[in-house]
């Protein structure tokens, strides 16, 4: 429910990294095809693709038992599971293994899918991850991890992390905006005076976060 799926897709690339701990095989063939896969099921905690009650219900117990990442540890148990299909399909074709990646496999076997899930995240936690880096302090991911911290938790409490990460998305974006300015206006022999300059708008937006069009048109106007 953030203002851009950025937070989303940052923690669809920890299945590649769990793929890659755990089968670098499998990853090797994988690593033309990018994790978008996995958002439907993990947005949805697969409701979307499991239309048996029993099913899903013994899966929500799951995870809604477990931290929120599990389900991310969950959908790479699911690809490990299909890697003779997988490698059935040639990896210089992405689009095939994105079609195949997308549905889950039947028949379901839920249970040790749940027990895979479990390993992987023993043997790989989130902290040994490379990608785990990329999610965001105020993320569910990270604020949700220990189980009695989160029973006391409010809806306030919530409410201020997602407040916390919009504004983290916000000074993102207008970061990015100000690297993109610099960078169409480079000039090699400046290249000091831009780690200046984009140090000072960076320290300058922190402050006083006021209209990012007033920012960039004043850079574009310096390093003309």
Not at 67 to 95: G, H, K, N
Not at 153 to 160: E, H, I, K, W
Request: with cysteine; net charge positive; glycine share 4%.
């Amino acid at each position: 429910m953030l203002p851009s799926l950025g937070p989303a897709v940052h923690q669809l690339r920890l299945i590649p990294d769990i793929l890659r701990a755990a089968d670098p095989q499998l990853w090797r063939h994988l690593s033309a095809t990018e994790p978008f896969f996995a958002l439907a099921g993990t947005l949805t905690m697969y409701a979307h693709d499991i239309t048996t009650l029993g099913e899903i219900t013994r899966l929500f117990d799951v995870l809604l038992a477990r931290e929120p990442v599990f389900s991310v540890y969950m959908f790479a148990a699911i690809v490990r599971s299909r890697r003779l299909e997988l490698f059935d399909t040639p990896r210089d074709e992405p689009e095939m293994l994105h079609s195949i990646l997308c549905k889950l496999p039947r028949p379901l076997d839920l249970e040790a899918l749940i027990t895979a899930a479990r390993l992987l995240f023993e043997a790989h936690p989130p902290e040994s991850l490379a990608a785990w880096r990329a999610i965001s302090h105020f993320s569910v991911l990270r604020t949700a991890r220990a189980p009695n911290a989160c029973a006391e938790q409010s809806m306030d409490d919530g409410r201020v992390f997602f407040e916390r990460q919009v504004k983290e998305l916000q000074w993102l974006e207008r970061r990015d905006k100000i690297k993109e300015v610099l960078w169409r206006y480079r000039r090699p022999a400046r290249s000091l005076g831009f780690a200046i300059l984009i140090g000072a708008a960076a320290v300058l937006l922190r402050r006083h976060p006021g209209p990012l069009t007033y920012m960039t048109n004043l850079i574009s106007y310096c390093v003309r």
